[in-house]
Nanobody
């Protein structure tokens, strides 16, 4: 079984930085995409950033230039460096891995880590 474990959330002042990490405890088959999603109270879960196995990235417009996603394939770990944080970034952040293997899709989610940006 694959388990995704997030860490690095917390309380930070506007303009501050946080670095989130998410490690998969088991092997994920295929060439999987990893990403970060977030959900604020009263809002739908949204994609923040994704990164393919080869390193290609996509970012939500709201975080471009401020957040950086990276991954270490050998460690099955994805990171999200968050700089210049804004109160609007406050949400529960979830890591995700998605893969297509032998014609079937597999998707794994972390438990979520709270990020609060406040004075």
């Amino acid at each position: 079984q694959v388990h995704m474990v997030e860490s690095g959330g917390g309380l930070v002042q506007p303009g501050g930085s946080l670095r989130l990490s998410c490690a998969a405890s088991g092997r994920i088959p295929g060439m999987y995409v990893m990403g970060w999603y977030r959900q604020a109270p009263g809002k739908q879960r949204e994609s923040v950033a994704t990164i393919a196995s080869g390193g290609g990235t996509n970012y939500a417009d709201s975080v471009k230039g401020r957040f950086t996603i990276s991954r270490d394939n050998a460690k099955n770990t994805v990171y999200l460096q968050m700089n210049s944080l804004k109160p609007e970034d406050t949400a529960v952040y979830y890591c995700n891995a998605r893969t297509l293997f032998v014609g079937r899709t597999y998707e794994y989610w972390g438990q979520g880590t709270q990020v609060t940006v406040s004075s």
